[in-house]
């Protein structure tokens, strides 16, 4: 009997090889009860979700996974399970929702692991990329002095913003980090909050917050706030500075007006970084008043040393009924559009004389 590294496949039963038979079988073997406990998941939710996604049978016993079936199937879940491995041993977090986004990649021949993995960052609490397009805009921010980050909730864009700002911090790249958001009301009024002007804004920056806390310790983070180091506040605080030697974040960017968005960017100092995120599906603005993040993609999108990136609903690393969502909201905004590209059509062909008369 060979020896095998683990995760290595077993020849199927029988002594033929897996490729040569109709039903096949591949052996997985973990280092320890601590991988296998990370591959399958509190109470084995890993391991259900993954005989959801294939057609094979998996059987986990101790530290060995087994798959049985035929033969593609056979190799269509060991590709998944071993990405899902490699996810695990690259310190990578393993739940069931990111199992569907490893076999949706491995069935393309790619990998999950290698399209997350980073190098030569140390983000805060051992924080990774969950899918490749999270890698992609965390690279983009690492390479670029002004990264854009646009997409659908739940995609990551802030609190990866936030968890490269502290890392550039904690290797002293900045001096301090600026968060910053349009106090802009969506559905509710300032006005009707009750206290002082700062516990009127303090609700629009909790997420800042929220996201600060899970990456710093209480008393550090209450310490680099009286100190200044981490600033927290409304899109308004901004005007008239320059700021120099900092890591500055414009979250909730659809809500800026052109001229805002231009007053933001123009405080970019020395030896600073600067990222934008957004979401243009979520505008608060009056209909009458134009986005700024949508006049800065039209003017600053070819400008060199400046980073785009889009999030799509593939991206998506909260619950899995918020990416259904997102795409049930698109396919009724793509039926509206059509709605009006059609009226606008039909107008075409009236008279003006008629259209004036109408209206």
């Not at 690279?139 to 990551?156: H, L, N, Q, Y």
């Not at 990222?275 to 134009?290: A, M, S």
């Amino acid at each position: 009997m060979t020896d095998r590294t683990p995760g290595q496949p077993t020849p199927a039963q029988g002594g033929a090889p897996a490729e040569n038979a109709g039903s096949a079988s591949a052996t997985l073997q973990l280092a320890n009860q601590r991988e296998a406990f990370a591959l399958l998941g509190a109470g084995d939710a890993n391991l259900r979700r993954m005989r959801e996604l294939t057609p094979a049978k998996i059987i986990a016993r101790g530290e060995t996974v087994t798959i049985t079936g035929e033969q593609t199937d056979v190799q269509a879940a060991e590709r998944m399970v071993r990405d899902a491995l490699d996810v695990v041993r690259s310190g990578g977090e393993l739940t069931p929702e990111s199992l569907l986004r490893s076999a949706r990649l491995s069935s393309e021949g790619r990998s999950l692991a290698q399209e997350t993995q980073v190098s030569g960052l140390n983000l805060p609490r051992g924080l990774k990329p969950k899918t490749p397009g999270q890698k992609v805009y965390v690279d983009k921010i690492e390479r670029s002095d002004i990264t854009f980050g646009v997409g659908p909730a739940g995609t990551g864009k802030t609190y990866l913003a936030v968890a490269m700002a502290v890392q550039a911090l904690k290797g002293k790249k900045v001096k301090r980090i600026i968060l910053t958001r349009p106090a802009v009301e969506a559905g509710e009024r300032l006005g009707f909050l009750p206290g002082d002007l700062q516990a009127k804004i303090d609700p629009y920056l909790r997420p800042l917050y929220d996201a600060l806390y899970d990456m710093l310790d209480q008393e550090k983070f209450e310490s680099y706030l009286t100190s200044g180091v981490i600033e927290v506040a409304p899109l308004a605080f901004m005007r008239g500075r320059t700021l120099n030697d900092a890591f500055i974040i414009l979250d909730e960017a659809q809500n800026t007006t052109g001229e805002q968005m231009k007053m933001f960017l123009t405080r970019m100092g020395f030896s600073s970084k600067v990222v934008v995120t957004g979401d243009v599906t979520q505008i608060d603005l009056p209909r009458h008043v134009t986005s700024g993040l949508a006049v800065a993609k039209r003017v600053l999108g070819n400008i060199e040393g400046i980073a785009w990136h889009e999030f799509t609903d593939v991206d998506v690393v909260r619950h899995p009924l918020v990416g259904k969502i997102i795409k049930a909201y698109e396919k009724v905004e793509e039926a509206e559009q059509d709605k009006r590209a059609a009226r606008r059509g039909e107008l075409a062909s009236v008279p003006e004389e008629i259209i004036d008369a109408r209206e």
